[in-house]
């Protein structure tokens, strides 16, 4: 069963903070028609430092243990702590536990990546902090475009890393075995947005939107 919290909102700039609505979408396997639940409406709502960027800074909101904890303004100085139980359809409790943590790059990079600023198609290679020079991670490798990369976010279980090249491909990086690849393309000039790598029974799998539309790529076993 796949659970996703999402939020859809706008910027309110009287009182600096995203004011929107929070909903829990649900998709069980076997095949059932998937569900949409509404946590809570017209919110306040404090997810991370940078809400449109999935890797920027620290986040405010996150999923442990089963539940779902995020951060509710309710005055220009004022905001609480709240908890939903992830899959109960029940009223988001206040709390006092509260959720902090860096970005999966923060916590979890095992290098760094380096594309070649003089060769447009050169070498992917990777630097470590504490070794002194590179390690070859894929050879040249041309995509249909030049490099465009944004968006890069480390798996938390694996020495993986995704990006985004442009606005309609997902890349998959590996520290492992050296490999390269693309591993997802948007159909018809759609607009591929925030992949964010998750675990699914022990497979590894990416969550995306495209356009409009979450979508998954898992990998095949």
Known sequence: MLHVVAFEGHYDVPNSIYRGSLYEYIDRHPIVQPITYTIAKDIGFQGAFNLGNNEEGERYAGIMGGTFYYREKIARNQLRGMAYK?????????????????????????????????????????????????????????????????????????????????????????????????????????????????????????????????KIAIAPE
């Open 86 to 214: 992830v899959g109960s359809g029940t009223q988001p409790q206040e709390t006092s536990l509260l959720l902090q943590q860096w970005s999966n790059t923060f916590e979890n990079a095992k290098s760094g990546l380096l594309f070649q600023g003089d060769e447009v198609f050169g070498e992917l290679k990777a630097y470590y902090p504490n070794t002194p020079g590179y390690e070859t991670i894929a050879p040249v490798d041309r995509p249909e475009v030049g490099w465009n990369i944004f968006s890069p976010i480390w798996s938390k279980s694996r020495p993986i890393l995704y990006f985004k090249n442009g606005d309609e491909t997902i890349w998959r990086a590996s520290v492992v075995d050296k490999t390269l690849i693309k591993i997802v393309s948007a159909s018809d000039r759609f607009v591929i947005k925030n992949p964010t790598p998750v675990d699914l029974n022990g497979r590894e799998a990416v969550v995306y939107l495209e356009d409009y539309i979450l």
